[in-house]
Each structure stands twice: as structure tokens, then as C-alpha cells.
């Protein structure tokens, strides 16, 4: 048997294996494993759904917590990756709901700003175009935040996170050509959105 103890190497636990384990025997490796490959997309999408990171941070703990407590739930057959991404964007509806309802949402939250910072590349342009491009990812941050909620999910997904059509419409749960008209409009509303600042920027570094 030790001549096999090479094996687990060469074949590495697929999410689903590792989220058998915990819903079988509440194996604590396994978790760790799925917590440890899926925390910062995750933590992306918590993150771009509300615009602001530390709420993120707390979504993304939460959307894991309830993976473990609801882990009986998990269906046989079904693609973890897809039972996941829906937790966190239900997970992020229900926050944003809230804010609605308590009126403490607003489009200009500047949120925490420290937070999106820590995706910019670590290439050093010119300091004219290093402020443009810090501009223009805040323009589009609180751009996205503008757009309702289902075109927003489909554009972080789409563009950001680099899904599938067909990966965006089983999470969703909706026909793929309504993905597909959701990336649609929320482009258009973006598009539409952007163009003027974006010739602003432009026309500073110019």
C-alpha cells in the first residue's frame, strides 16, 4: 500500500470529492481545501456586488459558514462551483436588500476604497496614466454599483470572474439567452454610463 501513497498527488480531490467528504464525515481537511480555493473569488464577487470590501470580507465568511451548516444539502452530481456562486449572490441580494430597506444603500458609497486597490497591478506606469487607470477603476466600481442588481451579477460574473454563459444561467437559474440579454443591457447601461467620464480622463492625460 505505501507504494501507493503517491496517488492522492497525482489525482487531486475535485470540489465535489472534497464537499462529499464534509457532508459524509464532516471531514475539517476538505473544508479546508474548498475555503482555500474558492475564498478570493468569492471575496470578488461579495465585494463588487455590495462595493464595498470589508462587507465582502463578512459575505464571504458567511456564504462558507452556511456551506458547512447547510452541507446536507448538497446534491450528488451537482457542480459545487455552481451551489457555491449561488449562496454568495443570494448572500449578497439579501445585503443589499437590507440596505434598501433601512435606506443606508447609496450609489456613491465610496466604501473602502484601501480594498479595490489591492487588485491594481503592481507595474508602475507614468504617474499620468497610473492616475488614469486608478480614475477609471473607480469610475467603473461605482458605475456597476448603479446597475440593478440582476444586470450587475451578470457583468461581475461575465467579466470579472470569466464564466461560462452556460455556467452564469445554472447558477442564476435562468434560460441562457436571458444571461445573454442580461450581459446585453447591463453593457448597454454601463457603456452608457462611462463614455462621458472616460473622455474626461482622457482628455487630462492628453
Aim: glycine share 4%; hydrophobic share 40%; charged share 30%.
Amino acid at each position: 500500500m505505501e507504494k501507493l501513497s503517491f496517488l492522492p498527488s497525482l489525482f487531486p480531490m475535485t470540489d465535489e470529492q472534497a464537499m462529499w467528504r464534509v457532508q459524509t464525515t464532516d471531514d475539517h481537511a476538505a473544508f479546508v481545501h474548498l475555503v482555500q480555493r474558492w475564498e478570493q473569488p468569492i471575496l470578488r464577487l461579495c465585494a463588487r456586488m455590495t462595493g464595498d470590501w470589508q462587507k465582502g470580507e463578512d459575505l464571504k465568511q458567511e456564504t462558507f459558514s452556511r456551506i458547512f451548516v447547510r452541507r446536507k444539502d448538497f446534491r450528488q452530481g451537482c457542480k459545487f462551483s455552481t451551489w457555491l456562486w449561488r449562496i454568495a449572490l443570494n448572500l449578497c441580494y439579501d445585503e443589499l436588500r437590507k440596505r434598501k430597506r433601512h435606506g443606508e444603500f447609496s450609489l456613491e458609497d465610496g466604501a473602502d476604497e484601501g480594498g479595490y486597490a489591492r487588485e491594481q497591478l503592481s507595474e508602475e506606469p507614468s504617474p499620468d496614466l497610473h492616475l488614469a487607470s486608478q480614475e477609471e477603476c473607480e469610475l467603473v466600481r461605482r458605475a456597476l454599483l448603479r446597475l440593478p442588481e440582476a444586470h450587475r451579477a451578470v457583468l461581475v460574473l461575465r467579466y470579472c470572474e470569466g464564466l461560462k454563459l452556460r455556467e452564469m444561467a445554472d447558477i442564476l437559474e435562468i434560460p441562457e439567452t436571458t444571461a445573454s440579454s442580461r450581459i446585453a443591457v447591463g453593457l448597454a447601461q454601463i457603456t452608457r454610463l462611462l463614455e462621458p467620464q472616460f473622455d474626461e480622463i482622457k482628455a487630462k492625460v492628453c
